[in-house]
Nanobody, 126 residues
Framework: VQLQASGGGLVQAGGSVRLACAAS????????MAWFRQTPGKDREFVAT???????RYADSVKDRFTISRDNAKNTVFLQMNSLKPEDTAVYYC?????????????????????WGQGTELTVSS
């Protein structure tokens, strides 16, 4: 599956942005979908994941501010980000992978994901 992320940009602290990840080549309805982010010099960091049964999980740093959702009819996953902080500045990547485990902890790592988008950059100014 090919993933195309979009929606990043420059936003002031406290603002909101919605990222989109459009998939092509395969339907994502049965896939584990996730968002990760990365800043220079750091490892890619888990942000949120959504499963085919609608369960979701978030990193503690974004819980209650970010919402991940999917529209299977549009083959697209979204990340609504509210109350943005300067520390949310990063390149955001969407990812897709097969469900081979029932452990959410497993899907907090980048390894289970077979497909990655190209990344969309978000800058939050203070």
């Amino acid at each position: 599956v090919q993933l195309q992320a979009s929606g990043g940009g420059l936003v002031q602290a406290g603002g909101s942005v919605r990222l989109a990840c459009a998939a092509s080549g395969r339907f994502i309805a049965s896939s584990i979908m996730a968002w990760f982010r990365q800043t220079p010099g750091k490892d890619r960091e888990f942000v949120a994941t959504t499963w085919s049964d609608a369960r979701v999980r978030y990193a503690d740093s974004v819980k209650d501010r970010f919402t991940i959702s999917r529209d299977n009819a549009k083959n697209t996953v979204f990340l609504q980000m509210n109350s943005l902080k300067p520390e949310d500045t990063a390149v955001y990547y969407c990812a897709a992978g097969p469900r081979t485990s029932d452990s959410f902890s497993y899907y907090r790592e980048s390894g289970p994901y077979h497909s990655w988008g190209q990344g969309t950059e978000l800058t939050v100014s203070s």
